[in-house]
């Protein structure tokens, strides 16, 4: 559990009694106060020194010495004033990331940095808990969905497999196939979600060949590709990656499968890996109509989708899962839209 610790300086009871704007106040007085008692000491001295030879009077050097001890001294006042601010500003940050396990030492020497300190940590750990709370409910909930939708799937497929069927029925069955399948395929994606989220993956990693995974993933979306009769433009150098291929199985089969989803009927989907010094980059790229510079920011949320006429075709979780997996990888993935539909870049550090 991360902890920010606040430096602690020595001021006695009043920290408890008065809050940070009245000890501000009292430290701006008390700044003043001993600028211009030191401005005057040292004028004094140096006008005795060296008024003959600079000819400067008792009142210019009060003014020089005042600007620059009073600058002096605002500038570390504001840095122990400060400080809880900013540790605050960089919590609140780590919050803005999902990281909800962030906490603030709450023993402070201003009474109001104290309050909000307590109820940031009380924030965070009822964020904690309603985020344990989601994923456990879901994990659990869909593996028991899991079940019964592989049993009605397997008895569909054995009416499928019947003779004694009328042309009606045998719609109906394959409807009921099309439907599970993709329910299935929905809890399948949401408990891997939840794996990659409470689990350590890496204990599988193992050397690939990612350019020959790539291919695979191509050949396995062959059925929905020929269907639009889609021609593949691929570039791949051959590149030995490190990670569990199982996992790094999902970004290629959703970032290749979206390009032939919004790819129009007899266009080319282009596909490139290039190695380079530090880093692995993977480029995909359709001529489907793009995404809208509004969707740009969410296209990675759960279940959001950014074309309302293929919700049909997918279940929202695609890019999730995608930018999950990059995470865990230190990965990164960026879009941009092309006179002619969309690219999709996928970088991955070497080490």
């Known amino acids: 559990m991360k902890r920010i610790k606040v430096p602690k300086v020595q001021t ?3 920290k408890k009694k008065f809050g940070i704007s009245w000890y501000l106040s009292l430290l701006v007085t008390g700044e003043l106060f001993v600028a211009l008692a030191l401005a005057t000491f040292l004028s004094s001295w140096f006008s005795d020194i060296f008024t003959e030879l600079l000819h400067i009077p008792l009142e210019a050097w009060i003014i ?3 600007l620059i001890i009073g600058s002096t001294l605002a500038f570390v006042l504001n840095r122990l004033l400060l400080f809880p601010i900013r540790q605050l500003d960089e919590a609140m940050e780590e919050v803005a990331k999902g990281n909800f396990k962030i906490r603030l030492d709450e023993r402070s020497h201003y009474r109001d940095i104290e ?3 307590k109820n940031f940590n009380l924030m965070t750990r009822e964020l904690e808990a309603n985020e344990m709370l989601k994923s456990d409910f879901i994990s659990n909930v869909s593996h028991e969905i ?3 939708i592989t049993a009605i799937e397997g008895y569909a497929m054995l009416l499928q497999d ?3 069927r009328s042309s009606d029925d045998a719609k109906y069955v394959e409807k009921i196939l099309l439907n599970t399948g993709r329910l299935s395929e929905l809890v399948g994606n949401i408990l891997l979600l939840s794996k990659l989220d409470n689990q350590n993956i890496d204990s599988k990693a193992e050397e690939f ?3 020959e995974q790539i291919r695979q993933s191509i050949v396995l979306l062959e059925p929905k590709w020929e269907k639009k009769s889609l021609d ?3 570039e791949l150098e051959e590149v030995t990656y490190r990670a569990t291929p199982g996992i790094m199985m999902h970004v290629w089969n959703n970032l290749i499968g979206n390009a032939v989803k919004f790819t129009p009927e007899g266009s080319t ?3 490139f890996l290039k190695a380079k010094s530090d880093n692995i980059t993977f480029t995909v790229e359709d001529c489907g109509p793009g995404i809208d510079e509004d969707a740009k920011a969410r296209i990675f949320d759960k279940f959001y989708q950014c074309d309302s006429s293929h919700k049909s075709e997918g279940n929202g979780l695609g890019l999730a899962l995608v930018k999950r997996i990059l995470d865990i990888y230190g990965g990164e993935i960026t879009t941009e839209n092309l006179p002619e539909g969309c690219r999709f870049t996928v970088t991955l550090p070497k080490k």
């Open 269 to 271: 989907v282009r596909i």
């Open 162 to 164: 019947s003779a004694d």
């Open 146 to 148: 899991k079940t019964p």
């Open 12 to 14: 006695g009871d009043i």
């Open 115 to 117: 309050h909000i300190y």
């Open 64 to 66: 020089i010495f005042g």
């Open 209 to 211: 060949s990612l350019d």
């Open 232 to 234: 593949f433009d691929v």
